[in-house]
């Protein structure tokens, strides 16, 4: 037959576009399941990526993995990190910030705030990357030996301290210790606010001043002697053989269960772990939307087999193979469901990008071509397998009784 | 298969005595519910010759258009044997039945049938589809049998754009267009008034001079006297198979009877 098949399939496309656009109301209303699973499937896979994204970007961006080392207080050998325990820890390729944090009141004029204040060291800025100033310089080693009385401020401790003041730096505030100590300090830096996921929600009031200031002005905070050891770690080194000897190291000069060691990368697993089941989840909602948008499709085309009995009949009657009418019926469906996946990917593109621009810490806009190939798989598949029951009871009809139909 | 078969197979006198339909003991049945069976067809045997131009008539509910849709394979019998140009259609599977359908038989239904969203050109060239002609050729196929039925200005217009006339006219072009072997009509004229159904069997008229085979189901004497031969059906068997003495002609038919 001189090209018969192909002549009929684009013929059949046809049909079926006018047939959808015939009933244009009816065809969106049933849509509407499909896009809804499609527009499920496609962002909760997508936001699943960007969210992961995101974090890896931001650890890419702070330029080092880093080990938290957390003393457990709780414990009886729970005892505060030493200058010992931090020289043992330096034969590693390590960075490590010796910091000691307690809780002061900063007042300025009226303004009184409870403000988280780090001793720390002056090279705390080469090693915790997230210490970025807006303005201003952090404490140089000179300050560290002097134990000077300067501040760095966060943001959020600047904006309450100094409502409304355009430059701080220069200023000074007044310190007090819950034992009654009262130091003035000078800010010589603010800084901004940490951006992406690891400070978007967090509202940061500290202020970083040298370990010997904290250790003068603060009484009861003994000399050398830390509640965590924040390390970092170059990115060309393995993080996980280092964590391995950082625990060897500590083993020795304490009990094991006295201290614990967090990773970013652990949190992240973590993190990868949660997004896996809420992905699952949703995805689960996506399948159960398309599950019940097939079935909306399945219905409509019964509708359409049943409404257009006669019309089957006739072609039926004018040489209409029953393959032909069944293609017809198949395609229609698939055309419907696919025009659905169009328009659900398409809705899930404009809502993760409006989501990318709108959520601080979800930065990176990421879509896979294989999600948005799945997701219209999906709806073409939920066509042939919903449409192909009412379709093959159309290519059933007989050529009489369909024309017979009322 | 001779789907193809040459328009010589249609010209005047080509193997006149040729049965292009053969019918022998057909029966119908159907089945209503609770079991009740209704006799439609109680062994029709039918011979027809090609380029023959044949009435069957009957009272309602004689079997007459039982009979005309078993002879255009859209009903099967329930039992007896149809050959259709030598091929016996039991044997064939609802594919070939479809090739058959739609190369074979050119069939007009007394409510024309048209797609209702289709343009009349659209109507016509509908069978030429399903036998996998291309767009170009199909539309000029229709064109021509649109011509032929004197509706060369009507091609774009809808059904509800056309009057019943009209309507039957595109029917009568569809059944055309893919040059069947025969042409069944089922009350051609009924839903028409006297003078459109005039215009139609003069349109069948013409079609028979030029050869091809017509079986028209009618109760109307009017409409019988055109043809050459009337089937005369009564409680689902043929009672009399008898030719028309004094036939209408259509005007300036040169034909010799």
């Known amino acids: 037959m001189r090209g018969g098949p192909d002549v009929l399939w684009w013929e059949n496309v046809k049909t079926a576009l006018e047939a959808l656009f015939g009933n244009r109301l009816r065809s969106l209303l049933t849509l509407s399941g499909v896009v809804i699973g ?4 496609t962002t909760t896979i997508s936001l699943g990526q960007i969210a992961t994204a995101g974090i890896t970007s931001e650890i890419q961006a702070f330029g080092a993995q880093s080990l938290f080392v957390t003393r457990v207080n709780s414990h009886p050998e729970g005892r505060p990190f030493t200058n010992a325990d931090v020289e043992a820890l330096s034969r590693l390729p390590i960075d490590i910030l010796r910091q000691r944090s307690t809780r002061v009141w900063a007042v300025v004029g009226d303004a009184r705030v ?51 003041v355009p430059d701080p730096i220069g200023r000074e505030v007044l310190l007090e210790t819950s034992g009654g100590n009262r130091s003035y300090y000078t800010v010589i830096g603010v800084k901004k606010r940490v951006a992406g996921a690891l400070g978007a929600f967090a509202n940061d009031v500290s202020g970083d001043v040298p370990l010997e200031s904290l250790y003068r002005d603060v009484p009861g905070i003994p000399r050398g002697s830390f509640d965590f050891l924040p390390i970092t770690i170059a990115l060309d080194q393995d993080a996980g053989a280092i964590e391995r000897q950082v625990r060897a190291i500590l083993d020795r000069r304490r009990h094991p269960d006295s201290y614990q060691i967090q990773s970013i990368e652990g949190a992240l697993s973590l993190f990868n772990t949660i997004t896996v089941i809420l992905q699952a989840l949703l995805g689960g909602i996506g399948a159960i939307s398309l599950l019940v948008g097939g079935i909306g499709i399945l219905n409509i085309m019964l509708v359409s087999v049943t409404e257009r009995t006669r019309e089957i009949g006739l072609r039926k009657a004018l040489g209409a193979r029953p393959r032909t009418i069944l293609q017809q019926f198949l395609i229609e469906a698939v055309v419907l469901t696919g025009i659905g996946g169009v328009i659900g990917v398409a809705s899930a593109v404009a809502a993760l990008w409006l989501v990318v621009q709108l959520v601080p810490f979800l930065d990176v806009f990421v879509l896979n071509p294989w999600v948005v190939a799945l997701a219209l798989l999906v709806s073409l598949a939920t066509g042939v397998v919903f449409g192909v029951w009412p379709a093959r009871r159309a290519a059933a009809l007989s050529p009489i009784e369909a024309l017979r139909y009322e | 298969m001779a789907a193809d078969a040459p328009r010589a197979a249609h010209a005047p006198g080509a193997a006149a005595d040729d049965p292009v339909l053969e019918a022998r003991d057909l029966r119908k049945v159907y089945v209503l519910g609770g079991g009740v069976e209704v006799h439609a067809l109680r062994g029709v045997d039918l011979r027809v010759r090609r380029g023959e131009y044949a009435a069957i008539m009957g009272p309602s509910g004689s079997g007459k258009s039982t009979l005309l849709q078993i002879l255009g394979c859209l009903d099967a019998p329930t039992a007896g044997s149809y050959r259709l140009a030598g091929d016996e259609v039991a044997d064939l599977d609802e594919s070939a039945l479809a090739v058959v359908r739609n190369r074979r038989i050119g069939f007009v239904f007394q409510a024309y049938n048209l797609l209702p969203r289709a343009t009349a050109v659209d109507n016509v060239a509908l069978p030429l589809l399903y036998r996998g002609v291309s767009a170009a050729r199909r539309r000029e196929r229709a064109l021509e049998a649109l011509e032929r039925v004197g509706l060369a200005d009507r091609t774009h217009h809808r059904p509800n754009e056309l009057s019943g006339g009209q309507k039957q006219r595109v029917a009568i072009a569809r059944a055309l267009a893919a040059d069947p072997d025969i042409l069944l009509a089922d009350e051609p004229t009924g839903n028409l008034d006297s003078r459109t159904g005039q215009e139609i069997l003069t349109l069948f008229d013409e079609l028979h001079a030029e050869g091809r085979t017509i079986l028209i189901v009618t109760h109307e004497h009017d409409v019988a006297e055109h043809c050459e031969r009337i089937i005369r059906i009564h409680d689902g068997r043929v009672a009399a198979s008898e030719p028309v003495v004094a036939r209408r002609r259509p005007p300036g038919d040169a034909r010799g009877a």
Do not use: H, Q
């Not at chain 1, 499609?38 to 499937?41: D, G, N, T, Y």
């Not at chain 1, 990357?129 to 401790?157: K, Q, Y």
């Open chain 1, 38 to 41: 499609v527009f499920a499937v």
């Open chain 1, 114 to 164: 409870r403000l988280s204040l780090n001793g720390t060291t002056a090279n705390a800025p080469l090693i915790d990357r997230s210490i970025d100033l807006a303005r201003g310089r952090f404490f140089d080693t000179r300050d560290e030996a002097t134990g000077a009385p300067v501040v760095v401020l966060s943001a959020d401790a600047a904006e309450a301290l100094f409502e409304g």
